[in-house]
């Protein structure tokens, strides 16, 4: 069975950075395109990132953000920099996966927090 599962988010100062990690494993082959999702206390969750054959970013990460993928590990990663505290927010990936029974699947992972405070 496809899982996902995000790691890397913590409590960050304004102005530094954090790398989070998003793992699709269980049968998969690759991971052919990826997003990243955020949703912050009150608010609906909102698109961050893309990436398939190119990358797209939501406007308001845009510059600060990068999305990237290594196959080798199924592993998508997503670079924040120049944090701002309105980035503090619950990080969802969405992965689209081949399995090695070659069948596509999509599947959420259940969130990594990012706190953004001095």
């Known amino acids: 069975q496809v899982q996902v599962v995000e790691s890397g988010g913590g409590l960050v100062q304004p102005g530094g950075s954090l790398r989070l990690s998003c793992v699709a494993f269980g049968g998969v082959y690759t991971i052919y395109a990826a997003a990243w999702y955020r949703q912050a206390p009150g608010k609906q969750r909102e698109f961050v990132a893309q990436i398939c054959d190119n990358t797209v970013y939501a406007a308001a990460v845009k510059g600060r953000f990068t999305i990237s993928k290594e196959n080798a590990k199924n592993t998508v990663y997503l670079q924040i920099d120049k944090l701002q505290p309105e980035d503090t927010a619950v990080y969802y990936c969405?992965?689209?996966?081949?399995?090695?029974?070659?069948?596509?699947?999509?599947?959420w992972g259940q969130g990594t927090q990012v706190n953004v405070s001095s």
């Open positions: 969405n992965a689209f996966v081949t399995t090695t029974e070659f069948k596509d699947r999509m599947e």
